[in-house]
């Protein structure tokens, strides 16, 4: 299907109705919005600036990575993302793709079998502008569709991160709490989304898994997604997961280090609460 964005922007803020579903009755919390972004011009462009960012602090490079904003538009729950393959030094607002997050394409109807393990295809989605979201929009919209507490959702590609993403030991028990930060991520431990093709809607799946509870994970054979409340906070994140695995990778380098526990782990995230209450522990 493609999306149709209304000519008008207009700002995404608070109220917007609560895609992410619910049983009759059972509460769930409003979805969050990047408060610091009043238009959509200012969205698109913060969303350049955010992946020039990623790129700059090392935590990117090249046209790797994407990076999206929960995003309504008269109503209709959605998100803006970044396009394919643009280079972000070319990329201009007008490029940024809106998308509802009813979005469906007729490859997400398909199962991996259905479709031979073949890539999905990829028209899936072209704007008005004739741009096509970030190959990865699967995992965009299936993260705001589950998680009333992702605003902004930034996927990169960082050097140690994505090396450690690439052992079958961090594949199979994540990066444990060598450090008490890793509590920002919103648990003890950061886990690593399974491998699969990128932009499939089984990525989406496994990336969704590693990410209950949490609110960053590794990606096998790939690099890192991050959510936030903001964009600020999910490109924070995303170079904390960096900073982390590099230590990480360190102190492999000169012995075993140990863990802390579960419950000094709880500690953290109790403190956290307070002193980072955008790193408080996540929703799963
Ligand atoms: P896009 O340019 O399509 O966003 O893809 C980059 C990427 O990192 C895919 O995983």
Not at 145 to 167: F, M, N, Q, S
Request: aromatic fraction near 4%; charged fraction near 15%.
């Amino acid at each position: 299907m493609t999306a149709e964005p209304s000519a008008e922007p207009s700002a995404g803020g608070a109220g917007a109705a609560n895609s992410a579903g619910s049983p009759a009755g059972v509460p769930v919390a409003a979805p969050r919005h990047d408060d610091s972004l009043t238009t959509e011009n200012q969205a698109r462009a913060a969303l350049i600036d955010t992946c020039r960012e990623l790129n700059a602090r090392g935590i990117n490079q090249g046209k790797a990575g994407n990076a999206s904003l929960r995003w309504d538009r008269g109503g209709a729950a959605g998100l803006l993302v970044t396009p394919s393959a643009l280079p972000y030094a070319r990329m201009r607002p007008d490029d940024i793709v809106w998308l509802s997050l009813q979005t469906r394409t007729q490859a997400d109807s398909q199962t991996d079998s259905q479709t031979g393990g073949a890539p999905p295809t990829v028209p899936a989605v072209i704007d008005s502008n004739g741009r096509r979201p970030s190959s990865e929009w699967r995992i965009h919209r299936d993260i705001y569709a589950a998680r009333p507490d992702a605003a902004a959702v930034v996927h990169a590609h960082p050097p140690h991160a994505t090396a450690l993403a690439c052992l079958a030991s961090v594949q199979a028990a994540g990066i444990p709490a060598f450090h008490y930060m890793v509590a920002m991520a919103g648990g003890n431990d950061i886990r690593c989304a399974g491998y699969a093709t990128f932009g499939t809607q089984a990525l989406s799946d496994t990336a969704l898994a590693a990410l209950a509870g949490r609110r960053a994970c590794l990606m096998a054979h790939h690099g890192i997604v991050a959510l936030g409340a903001s964009l600020e906070s999910a490109l924070a994140l995303a170079e904390e997961v960096e900073s982390l695995s590099r230590m990480y990778h360190l102190a492999c380098q000169l012995g075993v280090p140990p863990v802390l526990g579960d419950d000094e782990m709880a500690r953290v995230l109790v403190l956290f609460a307070d002193y980072r209450p955008d790193q408080a522990a996540a929703p799963g």
